[in-house]
């Protein structure tokens, strides 16, 4: 059974400049490192038009290391309109088929950046459950998948100017750990992560420190929810 991998992709040193990161390496990292991409076996790539570049980059990457790439394009304007000219009735109905597209490939890699983060903000909550009960329909079909998954950065994805000032962030500064955070070489995080885990046991106390406040206590569960 092939092991689900999601990579959030946050601040760790490394080695690609902040304002021209190399989309190559980056690329390489993910497909090689991170989903270990074997020959014949189909990675879906699916990211916006702002995103072109890296989407370029893991198409060949994927190709090079004998997989079978597998374009997905998100307009996010085109859903703007869709949540503005749309019957809600319309939007609630299930895409079955993205779903069965997610349960025939092996690994899925989502690169996204978000220009607009206020752009949802008209939707009515009317139009907000049909989005919900579509994605609750579809995601009965692939709660169960097992792919390897890589999300390129979180939520909002890459960080674009229109995020950075959402957050109070310096948007030079936020570029710049985010593509430090790609540059990190997987093998090395692989093993001091193995190192932490090696310590932990169900039902152990842990407590987080750091010279910056943080001071968190919790307990590990112990068995399945």
Not at 97 to 107: E, H
Not at 188 to 205: F, N, T
């Amino acid at each position: 059974m092939k092991k689900l991998i999601f990579v959030f992709l946050l601040a760790f040193a490394g080695q690609i400049a902040a304002q021209n990161p190399n989309y190559d390496e980056v690329a390489d990292r993910i497909v090689n490192q991170s989903l270990q991409v074997i020959e014949g076996e189909h990675v879906l790539i699916g990211g916006n038009p702002d995103v072109q570049e890296i989407m370029e980059a893991l198409y060949v990457a994927v190709y090079k290391a004998g997989g079978l790439p597998v374009l997905s394009i998100n307009l996010p304007a085109a859903d703007v309109r869709v949540s503005k000219e749309v019957k809600p009735e319309y939007i609630a109905q299930p895409n079955f088929a993205y779903a069965a597209l997610d349960r025939m490939v092996d690994c899925i890699v989502w690169v996204d950046t978000d220009t607009d983060p206020d752009r949802w903000k008209h939707i009515s909550p009317e139009v907000r459950k049909a989005y919900q009960q579509s994605g609750e329909a579809s995601g009965k079909l692939t709660k169960h998948n097992r792919q390897r998954v890589v999300t390129l950065g979180q939520t909002d994805g890459i960080p674009s100017p229109q995020v950075a000032k959402v957050f109070g962030a310096d948007h030079r500064q936020m570029t710049q750990n985010f593509w430090k955070a790609v540059a990190a070489d997987h093998d090395e995080l692989k093993a001091r992560a193995d190192k932490v885990l090696a310590k932990l046991s169900p039902g152990a106390q842990v407590k987080v420190t750091s010279a910056q406040g943080t001071n968190i206590t919790f307990r590990l569960h112990t068995g399945a929810p």
